[in-house]
């Protein structure tokens, strides 16, 4: 039993052939071919190109039309009927193109009533090359995609500017190495896969250092996600990463990569593992933080196995009365430090106030003297110092004229004096610049200094910042061996 079809009529009149059937005829032809075939045609699918002359006519309105149409879910129509396929495209490269996109997301046939389907093994040949050239033209018809660049881009050629590290020398060749650019490259992949770096330190450390961008500008950190991301570095092309008029970038699935030509600047190991790093420690954009409270202990508590610092998540306990946080190590909670070693805040902090409260009186206090050896103090002494040659001068000018009689004997001793009493003044300062404080001098100020802080810590008017500014100022780092339940603060001096 035949089921009935619901079919389409395509129309169009061709000036350049001999053999031509008016609108009319075709209209004719098209209508017994489907009443012998159990295709019903509504009067709304049929669709007939009028403008058979002019660049109208090129356009094809209708043509179109019967496509977007054809393209709604459900699909409207089972087959388009067509007098001659030569009807229906105007060249083979636009009939296999339509044809196929009919097939596939519509499955929809086109149907010639004046040519024979071919059946047997030529008939498959030639849905096979329909298939393959539907391959071949989808590049096309993906829209914004251009055939002569996506051929380029397969060959692995090259349009656009290279990035930091490389340079163009000639024209359509592939790009060089500039070696100075290349370390710097290299000195980012090695800083974020292997000293797990983050973005803004990275960013911060290379504008301290003087690298600029390829742009010649300074690291942030969306240029260095760029540089991390880009294939090139290992060798590959990479096209279509943004969209041309909007400059968004593009899901990944539509990038084509390639091998390029060019030398490559780092391992494709050490690129995975840069991938690697983005897709497991940074959560996507717009994420909330897992965690904003702020205990006074964050930041100072650090892994007793790996060194890192131990992150403070921030829990709620009815039964404790008030908010508390859990520590657990950075390098834990990113599969990098095996070690066990997190702690609750409702034990660390009473051990550590216990251990700074113990610390006040204990006779031998164990801390770190950090001396001030910036370049603010060197630039300091540099200038003392020529303020001393200044006064070197001046007293060459009084002895002057002393022995050429414009001075008297008291004048130019008055005058000496005073000159001492400045070299004096100024010497002390740079020796007190220049030299650190004896550790007999500022183990008082240091216990002053701890008791202040532990006054602080225990007061109930000071905030959490307040009091995390607080201890830092005199504690370098808190580490909780779990095991011996024992805490060790280290206390430094400035
Ligand atoms: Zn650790």
Redesign the pocket.
Known sequence: MNEHKIGAMYIRVSTHMQDELSPDAQQRLLADYAKQNHIIVPDEFIFIEKGISGKKADKRPEFMRMISTAKQKPTPFDVILVWKYSRFARNQEESIVYKSLLRKQCKIDVISVSEPVIDGPFGSLIERIIEWMDEYYSIRLSGEVTRGMAEKALRGGYLARPPLGYRIERKGEPPVIVPEEAEIVRLIFDKFVNESCNLLTLAQFLNLHGYKTSNGKNFERRSLEYILQNPVYYGMTRWYRTCNETNEIRDKDEWIIAKGHHEPIISKELFDAAQQRFETDFRPRGARPTTTYKHWLSGLVK?P????TMIAKHLKDKRYGRDYCYFT????SKGK?L?K?SVSSKVLEPEVLAAIKEAMSNQYLNFEIKQKESSKSTDEILFLRKQLDRLAVKEQRIKEAYREGIDTLTEYKENKNLLLQEQKVIQDKIDMLACSPSRRDVSEKMRERIHSVYDILLSGQFSISEKSEAIQSIVEKIIWHREEKLVEVFYYYS
């Open positions: 892994c196995s790996c060194g890192r190590c950075y390098g834990y430090c070690a070693t």
